[in-house]
């Protein structure tokens, strides 16, 4: 209910309070007063009755009656009470004169009437009836009730003496009919005065509350102004700085600030929003009575429900306590207790790594925040950290030792040519030991510059191109090898072009490695199955081969440098096809199945996903 309509309806009730209220003593004082005088009214007449009827009498010692016989007595008093004439016509005009009267009587000491209204009553009982006094004496509400209930007659009597003794009484009835009548029209006219009385307070409360409300109204379009984001609208007061005036001021001064706000947190809901939204783990914030108020995109695959569900539901909304997930999550809030990082199976079988800790400020706890990893993906991570620093720590020594055995292998060479052109005659078999002494110092000499090549820091020439383009080229590179041994390469890529930003020599070189790596590990012939599809903001490039698979002890060194399991390798084809890999943002992973084959996976961003990925290693240097 609106506050105008609260206050019309409060003024209207309190001038209906004070109208009722002083209807209500009016009616009672008007109830009173009217009751009063017919009281009054009543008296004077049997005063008048009393006074003739004392007139009317004779003095009965000087007439024959017998004065000691009652019945004489009361015989001769009845004949000359109704034979005075103004006794009669007096009696007679009672009931036409006065109109609360009912009628009138002049009874014996026995109850019978002497003179009566009703001459057919004359010589008759006359009944008893309630005194006047009781509706006289009774409260408004009584009274009330006596004066509307069914018609009732009261009387009003005076003793009647004679001789000065008590002879009977003059009776007066006044019914509750003629003082109802007399009455009522007075009591509608309070109840017209006071429906109008509260009708007009109707009208004045609506007038008052418009006049008193009015600003408030004004405030209120200006609130919703602001609310709207037009704080420019709330304009200055004209004149004056009344109570209207400074919250008018103050009310453009909170608009102003508002939007300000709204402006800075729009911006940073943005930022946060693309932050959640590239972010690999899963991040739910939750308010003091656990209650979601921010969740990253990758809960999605976490929890396999979309963000817009889990936002504004409680912890025990989201979470199943049937599950070890849920039950040790629900329990973490029951408890307040954060949970240290650990790993969880959930319902779908994925391990994933978890981690509450609780948001507290000056000890007072204002929020949780979730943290969920793929563990997967962390110990890949970590495979893939510790193959950096493998891979960092042999370049390094690789560059020591090149440099060290550079320079020997540069004076060997010097001196060799010199002492074969001091040797003019030599035996063929000296000849040919020289010779080879040679031929091994320029393989030996290849080989280091293949070292220092490998970890000397490259300058990558990028370029857009269509990576289905390069994956041709590096099977067609290959074929020839492939048709030796008996292989047969199948190329399965979309029609959609996959565009990335790479150099494309190395990654044509990583391609070929990986290639030539299957198809030398099928002797025997076999399928070499080479696809690419689009995958979220990558593009994966899986090569499967059928070979006898990889052993278990060998996987974990499969990218070192050096390391190979073949009698002809040189183990630099995987660690440089995971160098450039690296160059590239990208990264490189396999399957293998001993007896059934080996599957490698090389992911390379997308054009947009590298620019992203080049934007944020800026940042962080």
Excluded: C
């Excluded at 040519?417 to 040797?423: H, I």
């Amino acid at each position: 209910m609106r506050r105008k309509t609260k206050i019309v309806l409060a003024i209207t009730f309190m001038v209906a309070v004070l109208v009722l209220a002083f209807s209500y003593i009016y009616i009672s004082e008007l109830l009173r007063q009217r009751v009063t005088t017919a009281r009054e009214s009543a008296a004077q007449l049997t005063a008048n009755l009393a006074y003739l009827a004392a007139n009317a009498a004779p003095d009965l010692s000087s007439t024959k009656v017998d004065t000691t016989n009652p019945e004489a007595t009361r015989r001769a008093v009845a004949y000359y009470l109704s034979t005075d004439r103004d006794l009669n016509n007096f009696l007679e005009s009672v009931v036409g004169t006065w109109p609360i009267i009912y009628d009138a009587a002049i009874v014996d000491s026995d109850g019978k009437a002497i003179l009566h209204t009703n001459p057919d009553l004359v010589g008759k009982l006359v009944p008893d009836r309630p005194d006047f006094h009781l509706v006289e004496n009774a409260r408004f509400r009584r009274q009330f009730r006596m004066v509307y209930n069914p018609p009732t007659v009261y009387d009003v009597r005076i003793p009647l003496q004679l001789d000065g003794a008590r002879f009977g009484s003059i009776r007066v009835g006044v019914s509750t009919v003629f003082l109802k009548n007399e009455l009522t029209p007075r009591l509608q006219q309070a109840v017209i005065f006071s429906s109008i009385a509260i009708l007009l307070s109707l009208i004045l409360a609506a007038g008052l509350s418009n006049i008193a409300l009015g600003p408030l109204e004004q405030i209120n379009r200006s609130l919703d102004s602001v609310t709207a984001g037009g704080a420019d609208a709330v304009g200055e007061p004209e004149a004056g700085h009344d109570e209207y005036g400074l919250v008018s001021l103050k009310i453009a001064h909170l608009g102003r600030q508002m939007r300000d706000a709204k402006e800075i947190f729009s911006a940073l809901k943005d930022n946060v929003d693309q932050i959640m939204g590239n972010l690999q783990d899963g991040l739910m914030l939750f308010t003091r009575d656990s209650r979601v108020v921010l969740v990253s995109a990758s809960v999605e695959k976490f929890l396999g429900r979309p963000r817009r569900e889990l936002l504004g539901q409680v912890a025990r909304g989201i979470f199943s306590p049937d599950s070890e997930f849920g039950a040790l999550l629900l329990q973490s809030f029951d408890r307040r207790s954060p949970i240290s990082p650990r790993e969880i199976e959930f319902p779908s079988g994925k391990r994933v790594q978890i981690s509450l800790d609780f948001i507290r400020e000056k000890e007072t706890q204002i929020g949780a925040l979730l943290t969920m990893r793929d563990a997967e993906s962390v110990r890949r991570i970590e495979d893939e950290i510790e193959m950096s620093r493998r891979l960092s720590a042999n370049g390094r020594i690789t560059r020591g030792v090149a440099h060290e055995v550079k320079n020997p292998i540069n004076a060997i060479v010097l001196h060799l040519q010199l002492l074969q052109g001091k040797l003019h005659e030599v035996d063929p078999a000296t000849r040919r030991h020289m010779d080879i002494i040679g031929s091994e110092i320029h393989r030996l000499d290849r080989v280091v510059q293949i070292l220092v090549d490998f970890t000397r820091p490259r300058d990558l020439h990028l370029e857009e191109t269509d990576l289905r383009r390069l994956l041709e080229d590096g099977v067609q590179l290959a074929e020839p090898d492939a048709s030796r041994h008996g292989v047969t390469i199948v190329s399965e890529f979309p029609s959609q072009p996959l565009t990335v930003k790479v150099d494309t020599d190395f990654i044509k070189q990583a391609i070929l490695n990986v290639v030539l790596n299957g198809v030398q590990a099928m002797p025997e012939g076999g399928k070499l199955t080479v696809s690419a599809r689009r995958e979220d903001d990558m593009v994966v490039t899986e090569i499967r081969d059928q070979g006898s698979g990889i052993p278990a002890d060998a996987q974990d060194k499969i990218f070192e440098l050096y390391f190979t399991t073949k009698k002809e390798g040189t183990g630099i084809g995987l660690a440089q096809t995971y160098q450039i890999l690296q160059w590239h943002y990208g990264s490189v992973d396999f399957e293998s199945v001993l007896g059934q084959g080996t599957t490698f996976r090389l992911r390379l961003p997308l054009v947009q996903s590298r620019s992203n990925a080049l934007q944020e290693a800026a940042t962080r240097s």
